[in-house]
């Protein structure tokens, strides 16, 4: 079966970086897009950017651009996502999802929540 | 890039009743590429609907999805205790794929 399995919650002080992972399993890894969502507390899903990790290529969100970066390791069927310049407002769960072509969010990780505070 | 409007905002409904939700898009959706996800607390999303009107594996037949164009409707029959919670819209037939601020069902 299909999982997203995400590393442990965080915390970081403003201006610092963080680095979340999520291991896929139950298919193959370079098939499907993995897609980056955040979810600020008691707000709604927020597109990040996605990743292929078929070739490395990723796409941004703007809101996004500058301070996030897509990255996969093949050999670990491991996708990375890492924000720079936190700041308090950046105190989220992040979440990973599974997006092969044509098709939506099916597959989710279980979320990641990043505290970021002085 | 597409704007999705979901309304109501919150909608306070008894368990048993039927839910109606809707999801209004700024520009048409893309091969009608618009899904609906279910939020519980402290959950991650859980995708019901894809394509505007196909249920997701094991989503019960008390959730339907119609529309297109621009204008979708997320439909539960009968509300079942576990069904109070957070619905989202999303379209994703167009870059970038953008999200509708969500409904809440709540139990009246």
Redo the contacts between chains.
């Keep these: 079966q299909v999982q997203l399995v995400q590393s442990g919650a965080e915390v970081k002080k403003p201006g610092a970086s963080v680095r979340v992972s999520c291991k896929a399993s139950g298919y193959t890894f370079t098939k499907c897009a993995i897609?980056w969502v955040r979810q600020a507390p008691g707000q709604?899903?927020?597109?990040m950017g996605w990743i292929n990790p078929g070739n490395g290529n990723t796409?941004y969100?703007?809101k996004f651009q500058g301070r996030v970066t897509l990255t996969r390791d093949t050999s670990a069927s491991t996708g990375y996502m890492e924000l720079s310049s936190l700041r308090s407002e950046d105190t989220a769960v992040f979440?990973c999802a599974r997006?092969c072509f044509?098709?939506?969010?099916?597959y989710?990780?279980?979320?990641t929540l990043v505290t970021v505070s002085s | 890039e597409i704007v999705l409007t979901q309304s109501p905002g919150t909608l306070s409904l008894s368990p048993g009743e039927r839910a109606t939700l809707s999801c209004r898009a700024s520009q048409t959706v893309s091969s009608n590429y618009l899904a609906w996800y279910q939020q519980r607390p402290d959950q991650a999303p859980r995708l019901l609907i894809s394509g505007a009107s196909s249920r997701a594996t094991g989503i019960p037949d008390r959730f339907s999805g119609s529309g297109s164009g621009t204008d979708f409707t997320l439909t539960i029959s009968r509300l079942e205790p576990e069904d109070f919670a957070v619905y989202y819209c999303q379209q994703y037939g167009s870059s970038p794929c953008t999200f509708g601020q969500g409904t809440k069902v709540e139990i009246k």
């Design positions: 897609h709604g899903l927020e597109w796409r969100s703007q979440y997006v044509g098709e939506p969010m099916e989710w990780g279980q979320g």
